[in-house]
């Protein structure tokens, strides 16, 4: 069977930095899942997994598969210094461990908790200010302001500062087309951002607040402490994997929402849905498609034996359009049974940290917006898809709303 793009029958081929496949991944996934669960790409030197209980099994087996390197596929973010941007992201045990549980020290449920007033504080701030017109930019004017804004709320980055975080948070993610590494504007944004963070880290070992950034400096475990490269590691993998992925689910949502609309229906009839309308989202079209592992010891699938150094992929985004695991995949169904088939926050060791974070930031704005319109659409003609390798979501996606 061929999968296909409309009527155009799309190629066996994996290529996370191709325009057209941002467009629509999921015709490429299933040729993939079905003709190639073990896939080679020869030319970016990398091998793939799609399918659900190959990519689950990859996520929990952290012994045969490192994170050493890091998780993303852009060849020069692929070194031993991976951890000093995407901190225990790109450790393995026992140093993973270490400092995971030290953050965790600062980064608790409760503070999560706490925080959700003022997530929806900002929420309503935003909203309405977007509301003030009947059809405006979901992303510009609402989803790529809000998780920032959580972000700088938990860590202590005041509001005047906040906005020229947001630029330089995407300029860090922000791929051209054909570009297969990480371009000198990223690093710039890059650089910009660990500066920012510098002095702040400084600013609050001075005079301590109430923040994320102070727990974090004070977070303590039998004499052992984090550093402060430590800690600013930890806040640029805030911004790049909690900011980003977090207005990807909220575009997301809105966009395959605004295109089904007797689930969004069911959602305007019965407001305890919202949580559903989140979990089916994350499922459908995750807004992390894509995560690396570095092979440390020989691992066979499919009868061919991956060696060590070897980059395999966990494709996340194609696990959860496996016909093997999910009823009629392709289909946007709020309210489907998905519990642990979720491989949105990966599994295992390296579960996501801010899992939580991001569904409660999740159903706080979705709930937000529900309660202040009758009904949306989606202007499709107009919706522009962030290039990225990893990542899957809208850079500007037009809506129209029909005010309660």
């Not at 800690?231 to 640029?236: D, E, N, S, V």
């Not at 066979?300 to 695991?325: C, I, M």
Request: net charge negative; charged share 25%; hydrophobic share 40%.
């Amino acid at each position: 069977m061929t999968a296909s793009t409309g009527e155009r029958p799309v190629e066996l081929v994996l290529d996370p930095y191709d325009y057209a496949f941002h467009e629509d991944p999921y015709p490429y996934y299933k040729r993939l899942r079905d003709e190639a669960p073990l896939y080679r790409n020869e030319e970016q030197n990398f091998w793939a997994l799609t399918r659900h209980a190959d990519v689950h099994q990859g996520f929990r087996n952290s012994t045969a598969l490192s994170n050493k390197l890091g998780v993303a596929l852009d060849p020069i973010s692929r070194t031993p210094e991976a951890h000093r941007t995407m901190s225990f992201l790109a450790m393995d045990d026992p140093g993973h461990l270490r400092l995971r549980t030290l953050v965790s020290k600062g980064f608790t449920p409760r503070r999560i908790r706490e925080l959700e007033p003022r997530v929806l504080e900002l929420t309503t701030a935003h909203l309405e200010a977007a509301l003030e017109h009947e059809s405006f930019d979901y992303i510009t004017e609402f989803a790529g302001k809000l998780p920032m804004d959580v972000i700088s709320e938990l860590v202590g980055v005041p509001k005047e500062d906040r906005q020229h975080l947001r630029a330089l948070a995407d300029g860090v993610m922000h791929r051209e087309d054909g570009v297969t590494d990480v371009p000198p504007a990223a690093i710039e944004a890059s650089i910009n951002l660990f500066v920012y963070y510098a002095d702040m880290v400084a600013q609050r070992r001075k005079k301590p607040t109430d923040d994320l950034t102070s727990a974090l400096i004070e977070a303590e475990i039998d004499g052992d402490r984090l550093g402060d490269d430590e800690i600013m590691a930890f806040l640029f993998l805030m911004v790049v994997a909690g900011n980003e992925t977090t207005t990807k689910l909220l575009g997301n949502a809105v966009y395959w929402a605004g295109r089904n609309q007797d689930q969004l229906a069911s959602v305007f009839a019965d407001h305890e849905r919202v949580p559903l309308w989140v979990e089916e989202t994350l499922r459908y079209d995750t807004s992390s498609q894509i995560l690396a592992r570095t092979v440390v010891e020989d691992i066979e699938f499919y009868g061919t034996t991956l060696h060590d150094g070897d980059v395999l992929l966990l494709v996340p985004g194609a696990a959860h359009r496996d016909e093997r695991v999910f009823d009629e995949p392709d289909k946007f169904r709020i309210g489907r049974d998905i519990g642990s088939k979720l491989l949105s926050f990966g599994s295992g060791a390296h579960f996501c940290l801010g899992a939580h974070l991001a569904r409660m930031e999740g159903r706080v704005a979705l709930q937000a917006l529900i309660e202040r319109v009758r009904g949306f659409e989606v202007d499709e003609a107009n919706a522009v898809r962030v290039h990225s390798s990893s990542v899957r979501g809208f850079a500007n996606l037009p809506i129209t709303v029909k005010k309660a």
